[in-house]
């Protein structure tokens, strides 16, 4: 069992920068497909940043330039560092991981039916 904890969320005005981390423990010594999802009430959670196994990173279209997923040298870390942040990126944050040893194409990484576990989220709030 892998469990996730996510921390970093907050409130930040438009334009300004947070850096989301999700601790990672449980079987730690496998190699594991991440992700982060945000996830709006009365809408479908959407994929916004993910790490596969071979160490490829894939972005949602709509963060490009302005997201970076990275993980720690332990891999007992993951993280976003998001910038020029928008009101409409408010929401729930989600760090979540894939099977063990299971690697994601790009068109997998950012849908949230390959993920077997989920952190319990961090609240992201972009005032304008």
């Known amino acids: 069992q892998v469990q996730l904890v996510e921390s970093g969320g907050g409130s930040v005005q438009s334009g300004g920068s947070l850096t989301l981390s999700c601790a990672v423990s449980?079987?730690?010594?496998?190699?594991?497909?991440m992700g982060w999802f945000r996830q709006v009430p009365g809408r479908e959670r959407e994929g916004v940043a993910a790490?596969?196994?071979?160490?490829?990173?894939t972005y949602a279209n709509s963060v490009k330039g302005r997201f970076t997923i990275s993980q720690d040298n332990t891999k007992n870390t993951l993280s976003l560092q998001m910038t020029s942040l928008k009101p409409e990126e408010t929401a729930m944050y989600y760090c979540?991981?894939?099977?063990?040893?299971?690697?994601?194409?790009?068109?997998?990484?950012?849908?949230?039916?390959?993920?077997?576990?989920w952190g319990q989220g961090t609240q992201v709030t972009v005032s304008s």
């Open positions: 979540a991981a894939a099977r063990a040893g299971q690697s994601l194409n790009t068109f997998q990484a950012l849908e949230t039916d390959h993920y077997r576990y």
């Open positions: 449980g079987y730690t010594d496998r190699a594991y497909s």
């Open positions: 790490l596969d196994v071979d160490g490829s990173a």
